[in-house]
């Protein structure tokens, strides 16, 4: 199978799920793996040997690791339909920018909301909290962040919307009081098939959290 294309992912990785959403859009039909990460499996291995993590794109054999990476590549390689990157080189470099910020504050404050208590839990929930201000600021008044139509940064940003329940529970706090805009922008964001198919229930993903913080060790 020249064209094959296969993801290994983990039902509820944010990373994961901006693949199967950006695959979504484009329509590309693939084959999906679902990967136990406490006994990884040798393809997982052998794809990513340095990081040893979902996602996983394989593509006609050759694997593409880092979820925003696969997601650019998705988006050049399936070009036709629905383009996920600007166009201007600004546009995209600027997108790249948000995505980062995404990763290097937004998820990284989210993880330390569950994964701590006490004052290291507030001090997450404010950072997370104020990131997230910062993004609602970025998207102003346009309906999806690059404009007009669902692109690169919500396909980056929508999937961390599942956790969201997880988040507010475990941090007693509401994110449609803090972030009334964002939150409209996920209700549109859901709007779409390729992101409501995708995005599992949060509830479903509060209850992994219980059984994620066991194998951590944190409960
Ligand atoms: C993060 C992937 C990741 O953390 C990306 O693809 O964007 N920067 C990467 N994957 C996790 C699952 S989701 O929390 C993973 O595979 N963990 C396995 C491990 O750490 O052993």
Redesign the pocket.
Known sequence: MADEVILLG?WP????MRAKVALAEKGVVYEYREEN?SDKSPLLLKSNPIN????VLIHKGKPI????IIVEYIDEVWKEKSPLMPQAPYERAKARFWADFI?KKVLDYAGKIWKNKGEAQEEAKNGFIESLKVLEEELGEKLYFGGDTFGFLDVVMIPSSCWFYSYETCGNFSIEKECPKLMGWVKRCMEKESVSKTLPDPHKVYEILGVLKKRLGIE
């Open positions: 983990f990785s944010i990373y994961g990460l040893k993590k979902i996602p690791c880092e979820s925003v990763d």
